[in-house]
T-cell receptor
Framework: AQTVTQSQPEMSVQEAETVTLSCTYD???????LFWYKQPPSRQMILVIR??????QNATENRFSVNFQKAAKSFSLKISDSQLGDAAMYFC????????????FGQGTRLTINP | DSGVTQTPKHLITATGQRVTLRCSPR?????VYWYQQSLDQGLQFLIQ???????AKGNILERFSAQQFPDLHSELNLSSLELGDSALYFC????????????FGPGTRLTVL
């Protein structure tokens, strides 16, 4: 079974600075999807960014980018120019391409933005 | 707004009771997923339906059941409720089979007293 690990329960960053959230996963599959979801205090789960494992190019969405290291099974999220609205829980998630399409989530990282 | 709706937003009930949570997927989405978010278990997949049929089961208790109706809305039924069932229950939907991205509803907060 696949597992996802987020080793940083909490992180903090100064407004306008850059922060990187870590995620590692374990799988025997060669093709899969990886996601970062954001959960602000409203509790809504919001998709931040997605990455297909077969693509070598790292995904980017505005101020959010990932560093996908397939061999190391690492998928970190970089947030540039941090804003107060970025404060939230961030969850890394894995999804198989074949078979069950469920999302397997990490434990989450709580990100605090200091003004 | 993801386009996925869930009702009710909050539900408070007593142990031993039964409740029904409702989810309407995004327009055109055929897959519906249910997840449970609790403090001790984190976010866990419960069950998936695709176009009315059950497609995958996760850590769903026998006291819980779900279904997807012809209009594609889904209901999650929780019975013989226990204190430990208190959690945030999310519904998510995705486009036709194989689409990778799931869009989440706002969740239903269940409190069992």
């Amino acid at each position: 079974a696949q597992t996802v690990t987020q080793s940083q329960p909490e992180m903090s960053v100064q407004e306008a600075e850059t922060v990187t959230l870590s995620c590692t996963y374990d799988t025997s599959e060669s093709d899969y999807y990886l996601f970062w979801y954001k959960q602000p205090p409203s509790r809504q789960m919001i998709l931040v960014i997605r990455q297909e494992a077969y693509k070598q190019q790292n995904a980017t969405e505005n101020r959010f980018s990932v560093n996908f290291q397939k061999a190391a099974k690492s998928f970190s999220l970089k947030i540039s120019d941090s804003q107060l609205g970025d404060a939230a829980m961030y969850f890394c998630a894995y999804r198989s391409v074949q078979g069950a399409q469920k999302l397997v989530f990490g434990q989450g990282t709580r990100l605090t933005i200091n003004p | 707004d993801s386009g996925v709706t869930q009702t009710p937003k909050h539900l408070i009930t007593a142990t031993g009771q039964r409740v029904t949570l409702r989810c309407s997927p995004r327009s055109g989405d055929l897959s519906v997923y249910w997840y449970q978010q609790s403090l001790d278990q984190g976010l866990q997949f419960l069950i998936q339906y695709y176009n009315g049929e059950e497609r995958a089961k996760g850590n769903i208790l026998e006291r819980f059941s779900a279904q997807q109706f012809p209009d594609l809305h889904s209901e999650l039924n929780l019975s013989s409720l226990e204190l430990g069932d208190s959690a945030l229950y999310f519904c998510a939907s995705s486009a036709p089979w194989g689409a990778d991205t799931q869009y989440f509803g706002p969740g239903t907060r269940l409190t069992v007293l």
